[in-house]
């Protein structure tokens, strides 16, 4: 049987820029410090998870990267697409006649109410949200060493990373179906039990909180009856806009530990299928592996 991931999977490549080509087998990820709390997500065919759940997928930061995949993954699934970011352009996905695109900022509570309000006037509810939203490179940052801290960089990388996640989640809690997804795009390095290196202070810190922020939405949502699952995911190390100044010789000497975004949007989207209720609040990397906060 034809499987979504299969079908996905010969969607010609060249259609898409080239700096969202990479590599596609990826090894393991390396061993971690300390073994995560959770058990493993055992991953599943994403296609059984568009069958069993409606509404539509949400994805901020989609202008780019990992974002932009996912969105073109459910997209090419059928699934209606709401792309956002603050300076996405319409003529990105102008292919995908199921994906809309907005202009919103995560920081900014007014611009995250009007994508909700436009979600309600197409009578849409939400089946995942995805958040990809990041601040990681800037004349401030990442930081080598704690005299490299810049007080705006630092507020701006919390503001984007770790508050922009709760706010979208808070404002679309409503709109969210019951065994909805909600998934929080972290790093391993925000991992404080795996941190054996230090540095990046603003962005390890803030994801860190996001780690948490995760877990809090968790408890909360689920206490009150509204099910859900939260995740908070490590993509592995993926060739993007992001992470192009450090990998971009990586990617030109076929290093093949690096990620396709490709790659990554499928990998997250086989994690959804795959995570149940003792996951949710958890902290994951690609392969399903429970993560140590
Ligand atoms: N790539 C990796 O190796 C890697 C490794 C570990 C973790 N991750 C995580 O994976 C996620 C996706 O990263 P990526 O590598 O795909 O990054 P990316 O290609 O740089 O994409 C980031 C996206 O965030 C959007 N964005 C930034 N600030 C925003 C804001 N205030 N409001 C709304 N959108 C905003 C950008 O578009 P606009 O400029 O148009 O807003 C862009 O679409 C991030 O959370 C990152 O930390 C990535």
Known sequence: MKTLSSILRRTPLLMLPATARGL????????????????PIIKADP?????????????????S??????ARFYGAG??????????IEEKIFEDSSNIVTA?????????????????????????????????LNGEKGPERNIKGIDKAFFLDSFAINAYGPI??????????????????????????????????WSYRSSKTALNHLTKLSHIETNRRGHKATFLSVHPGTTYTPM???????????????????????????E??????????GGFFDWSGQSLPF
């Open 103 to 135: 202009r919103v900022d995560v920081t900014d509570d007014d611009s995250v109410a009007a994508l909700i309000s436009q979600i309600k006037e197409d009578g849409e509810k939400v089946s995942a949200l995805f958040n990809c939203a990041v601040l």
């Open 47 to 63: 296609s059984s998870w568009l069958t069993s759940i409606s509404g539509a997928v949400v994805v901020v930061g989609a202008a």
């Open 167 to 200: 706010n979208t989640t808070r404002q679309l809690l409503p709109l969210l179906t019951k065994g909805g997804t909600v998934v929080n795009l972290s790093a391993r390095v925000g991992s404080i039990a795996d941190d054996e290196m230090g540095g990046w």
């Open 243 to 269: 992470s192009s100044p450090f990998t971009q010789r990586r990617y030109e000497a076929g290093d093949e530990s690096l990620h396709s975004a490709e790659f990554t949007a499928e990998a997250i989207a």
């Open 271 to 280: 994690l959804v299928a795959g995570a149940g209720e003792g996951h949710s």
């Open 78 to 87: 059928g699934r209606k697409v709401y792309a956002v970011s603050r300076s």
């Open 65 to 70: 990267g990992i974002g932009e995949q996912i």
């Open 24 to 39: 596609s087998t990826p090894p393991p990820p390396p061993p971690l410090a300390q073994p995560g709390l959770y058990p």
